[in-house]
């Protein structure tokens, strides 16, 4: 479909067959935390790095809304370490298109923040939680937080966030062990924890031979306690859901090396430099940038994207051991 000055309009499909109305879009690579499969020694940053400011972020997200884009997560790196991640959350959600805003966090600032950024439209909600254990959590992360992220996802959840996620990365030996903990915690609590396979990165190939874990693991310890796959609905992404019937809460499994997990891409990533990225691992970057720089490019914009789409790969090569050019998920927004 085109408009009136011949830009395409309407769903954005690639050669596959795949539909995307899903954008992540990462507003900082910057973070606080050292988790330890991603920035073990801490954001490094060489010169002042220069995000996409409010303006620029309002362009992009007209030019995707005009090609389809209904839901967007804002991620990073920390999100929530800009000051003006409120005015972004709230610029973002009140776009007519945007039907659902969504973000990721550590939680370092959901407790004092929750209600604030559920007013401002946010309405679904992923919290990284890699232990329940205190001394765990601070090792993963660098940071002796777990007891206020924990109070962070009780206050979304009183601030009326419409869903509130839990995301675990597997780690073998550290973490594996934890599902009873977290299970009970699912028991009562309208929460949907997902195990995350980790992933190799260019920049931690050792700590991924020793930790990635397949999550056929948690699967099979989720089937022997009577938990059933749900069917997945048709726009569904990648991740399998279990539920149970004396569980408030559910379990998603995300296992990038899997097979066919490509097949359920929706989603599209733009970097916090406003670099078009078609897959988590992929192999290049295209500038938007330069388009976002005033309204009257948004058919010029469009039409880069669009015409982008048909450089999308039916997977990644994870599985070959090709992580592309991210050298860690900060850099890209996981
Ligand atoms: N800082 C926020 C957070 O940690 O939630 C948002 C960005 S972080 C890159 C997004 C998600 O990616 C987090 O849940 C994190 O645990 C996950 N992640 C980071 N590196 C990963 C890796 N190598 N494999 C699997 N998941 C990873
Ligand atoms: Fe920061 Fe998130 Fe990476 Fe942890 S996973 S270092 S919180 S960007």
């Known amino acids: 479909m085109e408009n009136n000055t011949g830009a395409p309009t309407g769903v954005l499909k690639d050669s596959f067959g795949r539909s995307f109305p899903y954008l992540r879009l990462s507003i900082t690579d910057v973070c606080n935390f050292r988790c330890s499969y991603c920035l073990p020694d801490g954001y490094q940053c060489s010169s002042k790095p220069s995000f996409l400011n409010s303006d620029e972020i309002r362009r992009l997200v007209d030019g995707f809304a005009g090609l389809g884009v209904h839901k967007i997560r804002l991620t990073g790196g920390e999100p929530t370490v800009r000051k003006d991640f409120t005015d972004i959350a709230r610029l973002v959600s009140s776009h007519p298109a945007i039907t659902q805003t969504a973000f990721t966090t550590n939680g ?23 232990s329940l254990n205190a001394e765990r959590f601070h090792a993963i992360t660098g940071h002796n937080r777990l007891r206020e992220v924990l109070e962070g996802i009780d206050a979304a959840l009183d601030a009326g966030f419409k869903q509130v996620k839990v995301n675990v990365v597997l780690l073998k030996g550290v973490n594996d062990h934890e599902l009873s903990e977290f299970l009970a915690w699912a028991k009562s609590t309208p929460i949907s924890i997902r195990f995350i396979e980790l992933m190799q990165t260019g920049d931690n190939l050792d700590y991924f031979r020793k930790y990635h874990l397949s999550a056929d693991v948690i699967i099979q310890q989720l089937v ?14 990648p991740a399998q859901e279990y539920v149970h019937p004396d569980y408030h809460g559910s379990i998603g499994l995300i296992a990038p090396y899997s097979k066919d997990f490509c097949k359920g891409c929706n989603r599209l990533r733009v970097t916090s430099i406003g670099d078009l990225r078609l897959c988590l691992f992929g192999s290049q970057g295209t500038s938007l940038r330069h388009l976002l720089q005033n309204d009257a490019q948004q058919p010029l914009l469009t039409q880069l994207i669009h015409d982008q789409l048909v450089f999308k790969c039916s997977s990644h090569f994870l599985d070959l051991g090709d992580t592309g050019i991210t050298p860690h998920l900060a850099s890209v927004g996981g």
Do not use: T
């Not at 370092?108 to 890699?130: C, F, K, M, P, T």
């Not at 022997?224 to 992404?237: C, I, L, N, V, Y």
């Open 108 to 130: 370092y600032r959901l407790r004092e923040h929750a209600q604030e950024w559920r007013n401002a439209g946010l309405s679904h909600i992923n919290v990284s939680v890699d």
């Open 224 to 237: 022997e306690a009577g938990w059933q796959k749900k069917s997945r609905a048709f726009d569904a992404g």
